[in-house]
């Protein structure tokens, strides 16, 4: 995976915006998957407990703050985090090599999710459910996860996919099963939903 | 010559729109530092004379930060969740499997009467013929035997 970083030349007033990219980039560093999940894998394919026990440590957390702003219920977030362990060690054995582990274990986890939400409007509505702000945190936070959740499950996952978990456009589109074109577009109508839903407030929202 | 001139302007105009629209379309991927270096490069040249797009950029780094930061904070695995999952993993028959396949070598050294160590391989390979269900297609296509 190529990066770059860019020294623009004086005259631009990008210097705020460069530096969040410059501060966020030790951030970034640490949500790519790292190159030996592959053998873990394996290991894993061999029954090897020690493994699984690796692959949990680190997945399990970046899993259910994949699934917690979907689903907007811990328990559900956790089970579906448990699921999708529990099929990663059923299933190691199918895994392909020539796709990212990361990808695969992602995969999983938001067939497990969109499994939920399907079962769920079948049963209530999401509007019925505790927020997912409530737990002590900064207003701006709050506020993130309110407009959060009124965007479309589809957008949701995108945004979390590629603003919180960090993949490319090309593992989004290997996970979704979609055209690159078509993940570019949708992230693009997603994060335009959701800063205009933060900069307006859901009522200036529907006026639009 | 009003109609060819209206047509050069429409084209300039068009063509702006079009290079915004491809720059705006990257912004995440640039913001999230997975974005390849021609595309950054592209980027930050279209930036460069851009105004509108270059605010884009910012608001995008500042929303990729905001989200990253709130979704870093929310809750991490209770400390039971590897308990609870490792309950879960039974041993499997690819697993006693696997011990037998570990230690068979080491019993037959030790002098493990032939006939046993016969019947323990032969259960091996007739455990080698199991089913294994892929999760990724549907279920009438996946059974594969694993030699």
Redesign the interface.
Known sequence: MLRAVFHLPAPFELSAGLALLTDSSSLAGAIVGSADDQSLLRRIADRDRQAMRELYDRYADRLLRFAYPQLHDRQEAEDVVQETMLAIWQGAGTFRQASRPSTWVFGICRNKIGERLRRRRELQPLDGLPDLAAHGTPTATVELWQQFRLLSPEHREVLLLVFHQGFSQEEVAEMLGVPVGTVKSRTFHARRRLQALLEGGEQRERGL | MRGDVFRLCWKVVSSVSEACEQV??????V???????DE??EV?LH??SCQEC?RQ??????????????????????TD??D???A??T??A??LD?VLKRWLPALEACGLPPAVTRLLHLGRALGDQRW?????VPLWQ?VTV?A
């Open positions: 705006q379309r990257m912004l995440p991927w913001a999230n530092h997975t974005a390849a270096a950054v490069a930050y930036v460069a270059r950029l910012v608001q995008t780094i500042a929303l990729w930060r905001r989200l990253h930061e709130a979704a870093e904070a929310l809750p991490a695995t209770p969740g590897w609870r999952l490792a879960a993993l041993p499997t690819g697993e696997l294994a269900v892929s999760i990724d996946t694993r």
